[in-house]
């Protein structure tokens, strides 16, 4: 089955520092990655997706398709960044995403 | 242009009895999927819409249940509440059903089984 494995529920860097939140999935297939992030008091919004490959308010992410991985980064964390991130993967031409538990990253000043 | 809009945004039930949630879509979004939210099972997809019919279903049983209308608008079904289905329950719409389509997602129902 389809899943997405965020392995971190908490992750505290200060401001400056580099930040890595890890994903990893499992789908035989090709899937499309993404990222939703939701801020406090704001609904889930998109971040970004693989196929894009961009780089939305200094974040990146790679595929990595023989580590079935698909970690965020950003070098230099700002307090703004302290969010809920959620990794999510959609498939056979469905818009159904199948979603990681969640990492709140919080930064600290 | 506006967002995803649910109502209501909050609701109590008792156990047994049925709710049903709504869900208004960005204009011009034919597609829409509902997702269930609990602190124990995270974000899990319950079903999605495009164009009145449904697409992909998710692991839950019969008691769940959607429909979409003409105008896009959804609405989603609980019958015979249990307590656990108390959960956050969102919406999201996105402009078609490929894969790669940002999915828009509405604040969402709190939902509360007494």
């Known amino acids: 089955a389809q899943r997405v494995t965020q392995p971190e529920k908490l992750l505290s860097v200060f401001k400056g520092a580099p930040v890595e939140l890890k994903c990893n999935y499992s789908y035989s297939g090709s899937p499309e990655l993404f990222w939703y992030v939701q801020y406090s008091r704001q609904r889930l919004q998109l971040l970004l997706r693989?196929?894009s490959r961009e780089s939305i308010k200094g974040f990146t992410a790679d595929l990595n398709k023989g580590e079935t991985s698909f970690h965020l980064k950003k070098p230099f964390a700002q307090e703004e960044d302290s969010a809920m991130y959620y990794c999510?993967?959609?498939?056979?031409?469905?818009?159904?995403?199948?979603f990681g538990q969640g990492t709140r990253l919080t930064i600290n000043p | 242009k506006a967002g995803v809009t649910q109502t209501p945004r909050y609701l109590i039930k008792t156990r047994g009895q049925q709710v049903t949630l709504s869900c208004s879509p960005i204009s011009g979004h034919r597609s829409v999927s509902w997702y269930q939210q609990t602190p124990g099972q995270g974000l899990q997809f319950l079903f999605e819409?495009?164009?009145?019919?449904?697409?992909n279903k998710g692991n839950f049983p019969g008691r769940f249940s959607g429909r979409q209308f003409s105008n896009s608008r959804s609405e989603m079904n609980v019958s015979t509440l249990e307590l656990g289905d108390s959960a956050l329950y969102l919406c999201?719409?996105?402009?078609?059903?490929?894969?790669?389509?940002?999915?828009?997602f509405g604040q969402g129902t709190r939902l509360t089984v007494v």
């Open positions: 693989h196929i």
């Open positions: 999201a719409s996105s402009f078609s059903q490929t894969p790669n389509t940002e999915a828009f």
């Open positions: 819409y495009f164009s009145e019919t449904q697409r």
């Open positions: 999510a993967l959609s498939y056979q031409g469905a818009q159904k995403l199948v």
